[in-house]
């Protein structure tokens, strides 16, 4: 359970957001492990969000494909998956909130003339004569960021200095992952998110956001990235094969270890997910 800003108690709600640009592999799947363990030993729900919002890199027919791979794997969502490119709507309301509250501003900057590094907040006083907005950006407050998480233990980041005002509307109009994914945990009442450990520099961004939109941003928790031979993250852009689904239960073990279990003996998948369930919840304390 968590506890809200009124101090009463939400369900947990947790949910695994892929991103359709090709099936889910090895890597992703501890992602996946990951938030359906943490669900179940709560005694939670396990939502299944399809983040098809950036459409360059969506790859059709590839959310049909992961939704396949899950069930193939025993991992069964509690309600209807949503897409994000369905919920247009819902992004605008909250940057119109925003926007009334002269909290986002428009930037005429190209990737070529900002350095590397944070936003310098070049049109952050107004867009310089001449020039138009191309992306939006949201006016991060000065001042550190803090949680706790529950993998990798307390983090802080000072958003303004070290990463400045982030877009949340792209040059080519599509919104930012980092705006889509906080409205929709908000509206999706999630409590807890389990997910990459490449998303923990996302963290702090989305805290500070979710406070400006009055939504309670939820716990975290950033698990392990499988790493390749050279020690890049298994990711669809270096090539990681799609998971093998002969074998369920060997593909569902070699996550678990990778997460840093111990292999789990059991052969059939309903076995295997009551076991991982219950070493989980010892784990991670959970009640
Ligand atoms: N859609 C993101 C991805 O596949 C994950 C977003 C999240 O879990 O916050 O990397």
């Known amino acids: 359970m968590a506890l ?67 069930h193939a794997l025993g991992m069964h969502w509690d309600q209807a998956p949503v897409w994000q490119s369905q919920r247009l709507k819902l992004y605008q309301n909250a940057f119109d909130h925003l926007l009334a509250r002269q909290l986002v501003y428009g930037c005429a900057c190209t990737r070529q003339e900002l350095p590397l590094g944070a936003y310098p907040g070049t049109c952050r006083n107004g867009i310089p ?6 992306a939006w950006r949201f006016k991060v407050p000065a001042g550190l960021e803090t949680f706790e998480d529950r993998w990798q233990g307390a983090q802080h980041q000072d958003v303004a200095a070290e990463v400045g005002d982030f877009i949340i509307k ?13 409205i929709d945990d908000g509206d999706q009442r999630i409590t807890d998110i389990v997910r990459g450990t490449d998303l923990l520099d996302s963290t702090a961004r989305q805290q500070v956001l979710a406070r400006h939109l009055g939504i309670i941003y939820p716990r975290v928790m950033h698990v392990p990235l499988l790493l ?11 090539h990681a094969t799609a998971l093998d689904l002969a074998n369920p239960v060997r593909t569902l073990n070699k996550a678990w270890q990778a997460l840093g279990f111990n292999a ?15 070493q989980w919840a010892r784990r991670f304390s959970v009640l």
């Open 170 to 182: 792209r040059a080519d109009g599509i919104w930012a992952y980092q705006m889509a994914v906080v």
């Open 228 to 238: 390749d031979d050279s020690g890049r993250k298994l990711s669809k852009q270096n």
């Open 129 to 134: 004569a001449g020039r138009e907005a191309r």
């Open 4 to 70: 809200d800003t009124q101090g009463s108690r939400r369900p947990y709600t947790g949910r695994f957001a892929p991103s359709p640009t090709g099936p889910l592999h090895d890597g992703s799947l501890l992602a996946a492990m990951g938030s359906f363990l943490d669900a179940r030993a709560h005694g939670g729900k396990w939502l299944l969000r399809i983040e098809d919002i950036d459409t360059q890199r969506v790859v059709p027919g590839a959310d049909r494909i992961i939704m396949g791979q899950l």
């Open 264 to 278: 789990m003996p059991e052969t059939d998948l309903k076995s295997f997910w009551y076991s991982a369930q219950a």
